[in-house]
Nanobody
Framework: QVQPVESGGGLVQPGGSVRLSCAASGTIGTMGWYRQAPEKQREFVASIQVDGSTYYEDAVRDRFTVSRDNAKNTVYLQMNRLKPDDTAIYYC???????????WGQGTQVTVSS
């Protein structure tokens, strides 16, 4: 089953750091992170292809780093210099080559507050 499973997150102070992880099963291609703040639409944060190519939303480019372990079908999101505006539920996505579908994790809450 492809269903991605996220871990990490929680409450962090402004300026702090947190790392999210997401593991999936299957023949996984591009993996990514999205977030949804209260009363806002889900938005793209970062993604990484199997070859390591990465893409970022402009607001996080200099603060977040996406990486992956292909052997474990696991993607990571290292978030540094966090701001209150980063508060959101963070969702992992994973594309499966066999089913040609994108699968979503259940989401993990990140709250940036003093």
């Amino acid at each position: 089953q492809v269903q991605p499973v996220e871990s990490g997150g929680g409450l962090v102070q402004p300026g702090g750091s947190v790392r999210l992880s997401c593991a999936a099963s299957g023949t996984i291609g591009t993996m990514g992170w999205y977030r949804q703040a209260p009363e806002k639409q889900r938005e793209f944060v970062a993604s990484i292809q199997v070859d390591g190519s990465t893409y970022y939303e402009d607001a996080v480019r200099d603060r977040f780093t996406v990486s992956r372990d292909n052997a474990k079908n696991t993607v990571y999101l290292q978030m540094n210099r966090l701001k209150p505006d980063d508060t959101a539920i963070y969702y992992c996505s994973a594309y499966d080559y066999d089913t040609r579908n994108v699968y979503w994790g259940q989401g993990t809450q990140v709250t940036v507050s003093s």
